[in-house]
């Protein structure tokens, strides 16, 4: 049976509350990738996002110095971003589970689009809140009534006609 998907808004927003660091497993250097435009948004929310990707390990994103692993990752990480597909969540969700009490990390977090419930069995089986197939941005966005590109939850931008006035 599959998980429901529903979170409720007080849920999402004291994950984004409580959290400081995040780890974002599959960021990217490349300006024009989801991953690098999210992890861009967060650091300008006050989040301090550390990449996690092996192919960059080695370089710089965004200020932050690329690791290979989450066992790399030298700082306390409050929640795990997977920018991975949802067949690679499973063991990166795994890796998350065995560091949780060395790296403080109380959540994790599958990007829009990715789903492994089975992973997220896993991961609450060992007391870890999880979300999926959600975007930290998006909902840090709305939850804040934020006015974005997307205008998502703004009250701002809407499809309906505005009505005319009369003279």
């Known amino acids: 049976m599959e998980q ?7 849920f999402l927003a004291d994950i984004l509350g409580r959290t400081r660091t995040i780890a974002m497993v599959g960021a990217s250097a490349n300006w024009n990738r989801p991953s690098h435009f999210v992890m861009k948004y967060m650091q300008t929310k006050g989040f301090r996002v550390l990449p996690v990707n092996p192919r960059d390990a080695g370089g710089e994103i965004l200020g932050e110095a690329v690791v290979a692993t989450l066992a790399e990752v030298a ?27 060395e790296k403080g990390i109380r959540t994790i977090w599958m990007q829009l689009g990715v789903r492994n ?40 931008v809407s499809s309906r006609r505005r009505r005319m006035r009369p003279i």
């Open 4 to 10: 429901d998907l529903a979170y409720s808004d007080p």
């Open 75 to 101: 700082a306390p990480v409050d929640f795990v971003d997977i920018f991975r597909n949802a067949e690679a969540a499973g063991a990166i969700t795994d890796e998350a589970i065995a560091l949780a009490a």
């Open 117 to 156: 419930d089975a992973a997220a069995a896993r991961a609450s089986a060992a007391g870890l809140d999880v979300v999926m197939n959600r975007c930290p941005k998006i909902e840090f966005g709305r939850l804040n009534r934020e006015l974005s590109w997307g205008g998502f939850d703004s009250g701002i």
